[in-house]
């Protein structure tokens, strides 16, 4: 481990002072960036501890019914919040489906959204990898690459997103609030993550200094809850990344459907929403075919990128059935294993 300085903030301003100092890192869980300095990906010179900060911690509910999610709310606190759970339950499912319950305990909603990829070969220094070393390739491109991207990637990176979370976020229209050295600013959620291109060590628009303080989630995101679903498939149901996961949301109107959300993750390197998919599925009656019809409109652009083909094929599926069950209505409990499509909701231990 490098030796680095740790810093411990006692206001936002302060710490977007101190974090604006060249080779500076926020720290708020850790669940991520530990990991990565243990192993030697990243080795800031100063640790910005965000996690003491005043304020950052609360879950707000606005007079029009949307609600402002404080950066350091912890992933378990806001996934059990009986509210939140009732207004946007394919959140919640989502937030339960990612990573143990340990790290759902200790990881903050901030974090969530600025968390790495979990592609292989960049957290091994012996590979070259665009993401960590400028310039130096990708082995993922041509190695063992079953799990990487099919929508968005380039020949600089493949690598997926790997957050669960974000995935009904971004059908949703979230919004984070940061503050930076210039000031406050707000960022929809599906602006904050780039593509690669051809500067894959570039994930985000933020800058430097720049933290997240806040997320909201509008009021109209709230109609959906009565039809909404995030399902997600992983190689080990208990904890893991998604191979293909899917966010659907509908907001049913004289028996069609009157509009529809729909994201992806595990397939892109940002999450993925799917709007032409979503214009498509307007004003339709909610057939099988038409949610088959809609999954392949999703994944009308998608190419594998490596040995993963079957991806694709399954991550239509995946939309499809979460269509289905999005309008078949949200169950009014969680299912026992949230998110998985073996779940069944008999035995279920959380409330929507
Ligand atoms: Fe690095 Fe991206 Fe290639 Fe993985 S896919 S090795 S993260 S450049």
């Known amino acids: 481990m490098n030796r680095f300085d740790y810093i411990r903030p006692q206001s936002v301003a302060e710490a977007v002072a101190e974090a604006s100092v060249p080779g500076s890192a926020y720290l708020a869980a850790g669940t991520n960036l530990l990991d990565l300095m243990k192993v030697g990906v990243t080795k800031p010179q100063r640790i910005v501890d965000v996690t003491r900060l005043p304020g950052l911690g609360a879950i707000e509910w606005q007079e029009d019914g949307g609600v402002r999610i404080g950066a350091m709310v912890r992933n378990a606190d806001l996934a059990y919040d009986e509210r ?31 968390q790495r990829t979990r592609c292989a070969y960049f957290q091994d220094l012996a590979s070259a990898c665009n993401r960590r070393v400028p310039g130096s390739g990708c082995d993922a491109l041509g190695g063992e690459n079953r799990l990487h991207a099919v929508l968005g990637w380039s020949e600089h990176c493949i690598a997926t997103h790997p957050s669960d979370f974000c995935v009904p976020l971004v059908a949703f229209d979230a919004v984070v609030e940061v503050e930076g050295p210039h000031g406050v600013r707000e960022i929809e959620l599906d602006a904050l993550h780039t593509l690669p291109g051809s500067t894959p060590e570039q994930e985000t628009v933020l800058e430097p200094g720049e933290m997240i303080v806040a997320l909201r989630l509008p009021a109209d995101a709230a109609a959906f809850a009565g039809n909404a679903r995030y399902l997600k498939l992983r190689e080990r149901t208990s904890y893991a990344f998604a191979v293909v996961s899917a966010a659907a949301a509908l907001a049913p109107e004289s028996g069609a459907i009157g ?46 990128s490596g040995d993963n083909e079957f991806k694709i094929e399954l991550a239509r599926r995946i939309v499809a059935r979460a ?7 949200t169950p009014a409990t969680m299912p026992a294993l949230p998110a998985s499509p073996f779940a069944v909701t008999s035995g279920a231990s959380h409330v929507a």
């Not at 207004?87 to 600025?114: C, I, K, W, Y």
């Not at 993750?265 to 949610?291: D, Q």
């Open 84 to 114: 939140f759970q009732r207004t946007f339950p394919s959140v919640a499912e989502a937030l339960l489906s990612g990573a143990s319950a340990q790290l759902r305990n200790a990881a903050t909603v901030g974090g969530n959204l600025m």
């Open 323 to 329: 269509l289905h069950l999005a309008w078949e209505g």
């Open 259 to 304: 509009e529809a959300r729909i994201a992806l993750g595990g397939v892109a390197t940002k999450p993925w929403r799917a709007r032409e998919a979503e214009a498509f599925l307007k004003g339709k009656a909610p057939t099988a075919e038409a949610f088959s019809r809609a999954a392949a409109v999703a994944l009308s652009e998608a190419r594998p």
